[in-house]
């Protein structure tokens, strides 16, 4: 199987910033690509940010410029930098990791627990 662990989330004022980490445990040949997604209360989860295996990112129109999305593939770990944060950015993030267990199996999408987010004065 394979474990996601996220860490790092909690309270901020506005402007301020936050890392989250989201570590990949267990039977792992490769992560071919991570994210980032988020849920806040009454809305659906959104892509927030991703990034594959060479390292090409991809950004929500509403965090580029502010979040900066980057892995440590020794590590199997993705971290997201949030700066200039906003009270509409408060949400429960959500790490998501598509893994190949072996060389020739299809890689299979994997989700990280949660880690809560919240942008207050």
């Known amino acids: 199987q394979v474990q996601l662990v996220e860490s790092g989330g909690g309270l901020v004022q506005p402007g301020g910033s936050l890392r989250v980490s989201c570590a990949a445990s267990?039977?792992?040949?490769?992560?071919?690509?991570m994210g980032w997604y988020r849920q806040a209360p009454g809305k659906q989860r959104e892509l927030v940010a991703s990034?594959?295996?060479?390292?090409?990112?991809n950004y929500a129109d509403s965090v580029q410029g502010r979040f900066t999305i980057s892995r440590d593939n020794a590590k199997n770990t993705v971290y997201l930098e949030m700066n200039n944060l906003k009270p509409e950015d408060t949400a429960v993030y959500y790490c998501?990791?598509?893994?190949?267990?072996?060389?020739?199996?299809?890689?299979?999408?994997?989700w990280g627990q949660g880690t809560q987010v919240t942008v207050s004065s």
């Open positions: 998501n990791a598509n893994v190949k267990r072996t060389p020739v199996v299809v890689a299979r999408g994997y």
């Open positions: 990034i594959g295996y060479a390292g090409i990112t």
């Open positions: 267990g039977s792992i040949f490769r992560i071919v690509d």
